[in-house]
């Protein structure tokens, strides 16, 4: 059957790194990073992507509410401005952990995805329930997915997709527990990586079925049916999310010119996303991974790299992988090491995460 | 919207009971614990898969559904598309435990990775080897319209031969899977009131 | 030893949740990893845990893991030498 297209019209993000989108992508290509040492209590010093909290608080519409839920409304605030909610407008949430520092004190109730999600909805005056997608480390590109496949579907004519995750001791104790944590901010790809750099943001795209700056090509969230800790190594569910998206854009999957990729700096991560990669043919399309500048932001990642790979598209620029310098992944990949000018017509963005999931999508600027 | 696509078959495991296509399958002892009655339960499937025991409480309850559910059945295709309630609070709060003291701060690595509500998907796709399409959401109650919609999306896109969808809740001693199969084959249509029918 | 052997096989059969084995069933050399106790990457993360936890062992490198935890003979060899608890 014919599917209605569905088009990416704008986005924000509020990240360590700004508050809004322009911010981010100013001081992005000026070279700035976000990661920071700080401390993290019984975690002790990480290098983590962690926000100023008092520079938020001026600017979050309500007065109350938690870091997170501030970041949130922050990010969303001016897309549902311009793109007003109708009763037809989805609000898909994407989040991993949420309020989850609430059961430091105790508050179970505070601490569930639901709750947080009525108090979004709430608040940026949404008129349908919120869809949450919890998908581990996909959950921010997934939710773009859901999105895409509930208007093709007809149970919504548009969308905003909301993403954020905060760093918490919950999370940094877990990937402290897994060896996971990188003495250093995280490098993707280079041979002295040493696992990730955690982070936080937000952000949020409108989409819709009216024609917008970006169509939405195809995509794929395969699962690698192999271990729910570490990725295949051969990159099986990588591999098939890609070719799923390409198979749905009806494309030549030469005709890519740039991949924004998940990137995490752990060994096995890269190692994996390079071997997907290269049996599908993609070790010369300019590759980058954000992770270097902002840390792994869990389930923002996908929807903020997203979001810097629209405004990428549109200046024209791709950027370096920050805390790249060597390669060190078993297949070849053309990982981009300085700023670089190039028109982007089609784009694939990645992610993978826990559980053996995969997520990919295509989109292409008009 | 539905046309051609069937709910196949279903099974629903709530209060120490197990269902299949509506009817009573197997009663556990009515006073047993939710770990007591998952054991004797996965005894009864008569399985090696030791696996099974290092799963948290949410992945036991969607391993033992899933695979009741998919007893004799072709699994080539069939992608998951479920719900809950509760995400992995369940398991959240055991990790919260093993890092809120300062002296007794030894969080587990096997806990943590069940922080997450899509690891009993994870789960399922190792255990039944499917390589397909997963998505988990987290909703007050089952969202009915927007599971339908996308079981219909992933079966007319082509991108999956069936659908396991449903409900997967648990916290602390509440618990109470619905796992059912769309496909194109059966009786029963894919529509709102039958799928809600399963949850009566 | 011989005691800290046996209490290192209760340990272990309890924190990986090895539902069907008993003390009994693990000889001193068996391989804990691949063919033997068919144990994975998760549970040589736990493991490091249970030093730490239990014997006040901090590995300050983690793929010493995978010397140490060949089998019950090398884990309690090491632990005997660098306990502190």
Request: glycine share 8%.
């Amino acid at each position: 059957m014919d599917w209605p297209s569905v088009y990416l019209h704008e986005a924000n993000c509020v990240s360590p790194l700004g508050l809004d989108l322009p911010t981010n992508w100013e001081r992005l290509t000026e070279g700035h990073i976000g990661i920071v040492q700080a401390d993290m209590g019984k975690c002790g010093n990480v290098f983590v992507g962690k926000m100023a909290e008092d520079a938020i608080i001026p600017r979050a519409p309500t007065a109350t509410g938690t870091l997170l839920e501030h970041m949130m409304e922050i990010a969303a605030a001016p897309l549902v401005k311009k793109y007003k909610p109708t009763a037809r407008t989805a609000l898909v949430l994407s989040t991993t952990k949420g309020n989850i520092s609430l059961l430091d004190s105790g508050d179970i109730e505070g601490a569930r995805v639901s709750v947080l999600a009525k108090k979004i909805a709430a608040r940026l005056g949404i008129h349908t329930k919120p869809v949450v997608v919890s998908h581990a480390c996909i959950s921010g590109l997934l939710a773009v997915i859901a999105a895409k496949r509930l208007i093709q579907m007809g149970q919504y004519d548009d969308a905003i997709v909301l993403a954020g995750d905060v760093v918490s001791e919950f999370v940094v104790s877990g990937f402290q527990a897994f060896q996971a944590m990188s003495p250093f901010p995280c490098r993707p790809f280079d041979k002295r990586r040493h696992g990730v750099s955690l982070g936080e943001a937000a952000a949020c795209v409108y989409m819709s079925r009216e024609k917008g700056a970006f169509k939405i090509l195809g995509d794929g969230a395969i699962n690698d049916a192999n271990h729910i800790s570490g990725p295949s190594r051969t990159g099986e569910g990588l591999c098939r999310s890609i070719a799923a998206a390409v198979q749905e854009a009806g494309i030549d999957i030469g005709s890519i010119d740039y991949i924004s990729a998940h990137g995490t700096a752990t060994l096995y991560n890269d190692e994996m996303e390079s071997v997907a990669f290269s049996r599908l043919g993609l070790e010369q399309v300019p590759l980058n991974s954000l992770k270097g500048y902002y840390g792994h932001t869990l389930g923002a990642s996908g929807l903020l790299e997203l979001a810097v790979t629209m405004k990428s598209m549109e200046e024209g620029v791709l950027l370096p992988t920050q805390g790249f310098g060597e390669i060190g992944v078993s297949q070849p990949l053309n990982v981009l090491e300085n700023i670089t000018r190039q028109q982007t017509r089609r784009a694939l963005k990645t992610a993978s995460g826990f559980g053996g999931s995969n997520a990919a999508m295509i989109i292409e600027r008009r | 919207m539905t046309d051609n696509m069937y709910i196949e078959r279903s099974c629903r495991i709530s209060e120490n009971t197990i269902w299949l296509d509506g009817a009573p399958y197997w009663k556990g002892l009515p006073a047993a614990s939710f770990i007591d009655f998952a054991k004797e339960a996965f005894r009864l499937l008569k399985v090696d898969y030791p696996k099974f025991y290092k799963m948290d409480n949410l992945s036991k309850l969607v391993f033992l559904a899933a695979d009741f559910l998919l007893q004799q059945q072709d699994k080539d295709g069939i992608a998951l598309v479920m719900a809950n309630r509760s995400s992995s609070l369940d398991t959240d709060i055991k990790h919260q435990q093993s890092i809120q003291e300062k002296e007794s701060f030894f969080p587990s690595p096997a806990t943590f990775v069940y922080t997450l509500p899509n690891i009993c998907e994870g789960e399922l796709c190792i255990r039944h080897q499917l390589m397909t399409e997963n998505i988990f959401l987290v909703d007050e109650c089952f969202p009915t319209e927007t599971i339908e919609m996308y079981a219909a999306y992933l079966l007319r896109s082509g991108k999956a031969k069936r659908v396991m969808c449903g409900w997967a809740e648990l916290f602390q001693e509440n618990y109470d899977a619905v796992l059912y199969l769309v496909g194109p084959n059966g009786e029963k249509e894919h529509t709102k009131k039958n799928i809600e029918d399963l949850f009566r | 030893m011989v005691e800290l052997k046996e209490e290192l096989k209760g340990k272990i059969i309890e924190v990986l949740n090895l539902e069907d084995v008993t003390v009994g069933d693990i000889q001193d050399g068996d391989a804990l990893f691949g063919d033997g106790l068919g144990l994975d990457s998760i549970d040589a993360l736990e493991l490091i845990v249970l030093l730490d936890k239990e014997y006040g062992i901090k590995l300050s490198d983690p793929k010493q893991g995978k010397a140490i935890f060949k089998s019950i003979e090398t884990m309690a060899a090491y632990i005997s030498e660098n306990r502190t608890k």
